[in-house]
RNA sequence: GCCCCUGUGGCGGAAUUGGUAGACGCGCCUGACUCAAAAUCAGGUUCCGCAAGGAGUGCUGGUUCGAGUCCGGCCAGGGGCACCA
């Protein structure tokens, strides 16, 4: 397609000579303290048989297999992407060469959420083993007057200590986590509780106890696990309540309510509001009453700690990179029984993948492979294994962008100097699909390379676009294959269209418009094109119609129009070849209207495709391009006698180089051939971009469109500077205006300068 | 459920950011060239109407001299998040 790429720079991500650089920054990122080995649940694919990210589980399924996924509990491996929570939030709003649309999404995953961590008192009677507190996580303190109950997760340690003295509840938490296995459960699941018998005291009343329950819908790895329940002004604290009889006394009054007959049955108020039925509190806004609340329980102490802390969650996570499968970068670290976690040492990287491996049986082939896995400690030369796990691969695209920038250094994974003079990338061109997990991870990956003095910046992208997806019809025999838009003929219109087999002429299915996938086999080669018209009648056909971002349903209808006009800036160029035989080398004094029209005509669109082009509006550019070079065609065109006017033929060169030099970015091969035609020795490629005479932009008469009431009903053409009385005169002077306005004076006439006048009758 | 985006001719889509709605291309129609066809060239093509004229950017109300563009309420399509306290 004649694409300029650079492949002397080409890398692979599954070549050891890339990713020893890789363990190299683990073992890095290690010793700065942004890789941590913990214990957690995670989201476990059951038919890939490894672990996602929360950001690869979509729907409930995992991004790759599309299977339910499952939650376990494992030893994994952690990028500490949530130090950087704040900075990687707060410095969006910095990228303003992004689509506002991803940042908005990387902002709502990042979650932040400001609020209270708070320390109920128990009553030591009722704990299982004489526990005195529970601190829970709220952001709206606001609501504590509302309070009806505390709920505990089912993983609170709290709730496991209450379980050892009560099979039932036991019970009740086993059951918890069974449905917690399969996500779509999660999402229907009822909410459900079970009173432990706990009871908690209020932090402003030591006469109010509240029950402890043990819900099935509170998270253990959000805030504390624990929250305090305020049905009124949250739904699912509503639910809840409803279920168990526990009431809901509206604290939050709407506007305009009447506190005393404001009442919550099913539907939870969130809204803004006055406080109620709150003692100190009533009468305040409710940030006021966050900000009370949060001020007293901080001067509050008990134990020599307060009672209430001001906190900022994120829901953003760690970024678990342990993955159970053989295609990946192996983590280097040695198990060893003495030493425990042991890095490689840096001489014996890489780690390098075995070769001798089967993957007859599911599950991770490293794990049974004697050789490779067993291993001597690098500290004690003991018996040790190696770690089986390897990296997500979103760790391999994460910093390839840095290693582009000198992708020859042998001794490190960036050369400084390189990386540093190169990046942050000027325009980035991705999927949204990548908005959140590519997006993040190279965002954190580029602050984690500059802690670890692999690079010197914290953004790797300073512009963002992102390009739509081609989409097509799918199309499905009757025994329920798929078969590729080539091998199907499509007849008729609307309702009636029908799809055959060529082959076979067998009847298919036509089915939706689906992103094109090798899976659905809608695909289709812009090969077919290139073979049939050109490389660059496919480039522009593709480049013509759609903005690139967004999706585009693809059909050839109108490739046929770009092929002539390949054939007509062809012709042109030998047209205004024969003129610049007989054109002047210096530019003349002075031009004839012909020419300066012609001038005009090259100027503005050289503008127009300037400006547009830097917008990747690439439809629009082509749009001026035909206009352009219908004009120059049309200039030629009129010519009548043999000899060309000096002037003019000077013109229509000037004009067709810069024709040539505005088309070649979209069809560099036919540019290149133009571009010789008209007798130059250089290479468009190689030459400059073409000037704008401003001057040629301005008009000396300029034609105002007259509008009645706001309905244009004439033209009118005026000089460029004409004053707003003189403009005024001649539009009441129009006929169409006498017409409308049947003798009577106008009620006002407004003159915008250069642009339009409306006449209000 | 919450958040966001999009909605313009037969089709893909333009519209200087509040100032001529439909640029440009496709398709279609008419004409020229031709014995004929293709190619090429010229003209037309939002809708209603023979015309004068009128209506018109998903629907509906508003702000304004003027709204595709701004505001309110709906409808439809698409995307993101979802027991995150």
């Known amino acids: 397609m004649g694409l300029s790429l650079d492949w002397s720079r080409e890398l692979a991500t599954c070549d050891p000579a890339y990713y020893k650089h890789q363990q190299k920054m683990?073992?890095?990122?290690?010793?700065?303290?942004?890789?941590?080995?913990?214990?957690?649940?995670?989201?476990?694919?059951?038919?890939?048989?490894?672990?996602?990210?929360n950001e690869q589980v979509i729907d409930g399924m995992g991004w790759r297999s599309g299977a339910p996924v499952e939650q376990r509990e494992l030893t994994q491996w952690f990028f500490k992407i949530s130090n950087y929570s704040e900075d990687l939030l707060t410095a969006l709003d910095k990228l303003d060469r992004w689509p506002e649309k991803v940042?908005?999404?990387?902002?709502?995953?990042?979650?932040?959420?400001?609020?209270?961590?708070?320390?109920?008192?128990?009553?030591?009677?009722?704990?299982?083993?004489?526990?005195?507190?529970?601190?829970?996580?709220?952001?709206?303190?606001?609501?504590?007057?509302?309070?009806?109950?505390?709920?505990?997760?089912?993983?609170?340690?709290?709730?496991?200590?209450?379980?050892?003295?009560?099979?039932?509840?036991?019970a009740f938490i086993a059951e918890?986590?069974?449905?917690?296995?399969?996500?779509?459960?999660?999402?229907?699941?009822?909410?459900?509780?079970?009173?432990?018998?706990?009871?908690?005291?209020?932090?402003?009343?030591?006469?109010?106890?509240?029950?402890?329950?043990?819900?099935?819908?509170?998270?253990?790895?959000?805030?504390?696990?624990?929250?305090?329940?305020?049905?009124?002004?949250?739904?699912?604290d509503l639910d809840f309540v409803n279920k168990y009889g526990l009431g809901a006394t509206p604290v939050v009054c709407p506007p305009g309510q009447d506190p005393a007959t404001f009442i919550i049955t099913t539907t939870a108020y969130d809204g803004d509001g006055r406080m109620i039925n709150s003692r100190f509190l009533d009468g305040m806004s409710i940030e006021e009453a966050k900000?009370?609340?949060?001020?007293?329980?901080?001067?509050?102490?008990?134990?020599?700690?307060?009672?209430?802390?001001?906190?900022?969650?994120?829901?953003?996570?760690?970024?678990?990179?342990?993955?159970?499968?053989?295609?990946?970068?192996?983590?280097?670290?040695?198990?060893?029984?003495?030493?425990?976690?042991?890095?490689?040492?840096?001489?014996?990287?890489?780690?390098?993948?075995?070769?001798?491996?089967?993957?007859?049986?599911?599950?991770?082939?490293?794990?049974?492979?004697?050789?490779?896995?067993n291993v001597k400690c690098p500290k004690c030369a003991g018996a040790a294994r190696r770690e089986?796990?390897?990296?997500?691969?979103?760790?391999?695209?994460?910093?390839?962008?840095?290693?582009?920038?000198?992708?020859?250094?042998?001794?490190?994974?960036?050369?400084?100097?390189?990386?540093?003079?190169?990046?942050?990338?000027?325009?980035?061109?991705?999927?949204?699909?990548?908005?959140?997990?590519?997006?993040?991870?190279?965002?954190?990956?580029?602050?984690?390379?500059?802690?670890?003095?692999?690079?010197?910046?914290?953004?790797?992208?300073?512009?963002?676009?992102?390009?739509?997806?081609?989409?097509?019809e799918t199309y499905r025999t009757k025994s329920g294959e798929w078969a590729m838009p080539s091998e199907v003929k499509v007849e008729g219109a609307d309702d009636n269209r029908r799809a055959t087999l060529i082959a076979t002429g067998e009847k298919v299915e036509i089915g939706s418009i689906e992103k094109m996938s090798k899976s659905k086999r809608n695909t289709v080669d812009p090969d077919d094109i290139i073979g049939t018209y050109g490389a660059d009648t496919a480039r522009w056909?593709?480049?013509?119609?759609?903005?690139?971002?967004?999706?585009?349903?693809?059909?050839?209808?109108?490739?046929?129009?770009?092929?002539?006009?390949?054939?007509?800036?062809?012709?042109?160029?030998?047209?205004?070849?024969?003129?610049?035989?007989?054109?002047?080398?210096?530019?003349?004094?002075?031009?004839?209207?012909?020419?300066?029209?012609?001038?005009?005509?090259?100027?503005?669109?050289?503008?127009?495709?300037?400006?547009?082009?830097?917008?990747?509006?690439?439809?629009v550019c082509i749009a001026h391009i035909y206009e352009f070079a219908k004009a120059l065609g049309d200039?030629?065109?009129?010519?009548?006698?043999?000899?060309?006017?000096?002037?003019?033929?000077?013109?229509?060169?000037e004009a067709a180089g810069i024709l040539v030099r505005l088309f070649h970015p979209m069809m560099p091969h036919l540019a290149e051939e133009c571009w010789a035609t008209l007798g130059y020795k250089t290479l468009v490629a190689a030459e400059t971009w073409p000037q704008v005479e401003p001057e040629l932009l301005v008009e000396n008469t300029i034609t105002l469109p007259v509008q009645i009431n706001g309905k244009k009903r004439a033209d009118i053409t005026v000089p460029r500077d004409a004053g707003k009385d003189d403009i005024e005169a001649a539009v009441l002077a129009l006929d169409a205006v006498k017409r409308a306005l049947d003798g009577k004076s106008p009620k006002k006439v407004i003159v915008v300068p250069q642009r339009i006048v409306n006449v209000v009758a």
């Open 103 to 170: 940042r908005l999404m990387q902002r709502n995953w990042i979650g932040k959420s400001e609020g209270l961590l708070v320390r109920f008192a128990l009553d030591a009677k009722t704990t299982p083993g004489g526990e005195s507190e529970l601190e829970i996580f709220t952001t709206r303190p606001d609501t504590l007057f509302g309070a009806k109950f505390m709920a505990l997760s089912p993983d609170h340690p709290l709730a496991t200590a209450a379980a050892a003295k009560n099979p039932k509840l036991a």
């Open 388 to 472: 089986t796990d390897t990296m997500d691969t979103f760790v391999d695209s994460s910093w390839y962008f840095a290693r582009f920038t000198d992708p020859w250094i042998t001794t490190a994974p960036t050369d400084r100097k390189m990386v540093d003079a190169w990046l942050p990338v000027d325009q980035y061109i991705g999927g949204i699909e990548h908005a959140i997990l590519h997006l993040l991870y190279s965002r954190f990956f580029t602050r984690a390379m500059k802690k670890a003095g692999h690079a010197g910046i914290d953004e790797p992208f300073a512009g963002l676009f992102t390009q739509g997806m081609v989409v097509h």
């Open 635 to 653: 200039a030629i065109g009129n010519i009548e006698s043999e000899k060309t006017p000096p002037d003019l033929a000077w013109a229509i060169v």
């Open 541 to 619: 056909f593709m480049l013509s119609d759609s903005p690139p971002d967004r999706d585009v349903n693809w059909t050839e209808q109108g490739v046929q129009g770009a092929w002539r006009f390949t054939q007509r800036l062809w012709r042109l160029a030998h047209e205004a070849a024969e003129i610049a035989k007989s054109a002047p080398a210096k530019r003349p004094v002075e031009f004839s209207a012909e020419a300066i029209a012609v001038r005009k005509a090259a100027h503005s669109a050289l503008a127009y495709v300037s400006e547009d082009i830097a917008k990747l509006h690439f439809n």
């Open 176 to 236: 918890c986590k069974k449905i917690g296995t399969a996500q779509e459960a999660i999402e229907k699941a009822e909410k459900l509780g079970f009173d432990t018998g706990i009871r908690a005291v209020h932090p402003f009343d030591p006469s109010w106890k509240l029950p402890v329950y043990v819900a099935n819908f509170i998270l253990m790895d959000y805030g504390t696990g624990a929250i305090f329940g305020c049905p009124a002004h949250d739904q699912r």
């Open 26 to 53: 683990f073992l890095d990122f290690l010793k700065v303290g942004l890789v941590e080995r913990k214990q957690s649940k995670v989201n476990w694919d059951p038919v890939d048989q490894t672990v996602l990210a």
């Open 291 to 373: 900000e009370e609340v949060a001020k007293r329980l901080e001067k509050e102490t008990r134990g020599n700690s307060a009672v209430g802390k001001r906190q900022i969650n994120y829901r953003l996570r760690d970024w678990g990179i342990s993955r159970q499968r053989y295609w990946g970068c192996p983590i280097p670290i040695i198990h060893c029984a003495k030493c425990g976690v042991v890095p490689v040492p840096e001489k014996d990287l890489p780690v390098e993948l075995p070769e001798d491996v089967t993957f007859d049986k599911p599950g991770n082939p490293l794990d049974r492979h004697p050789t490779w896995k």
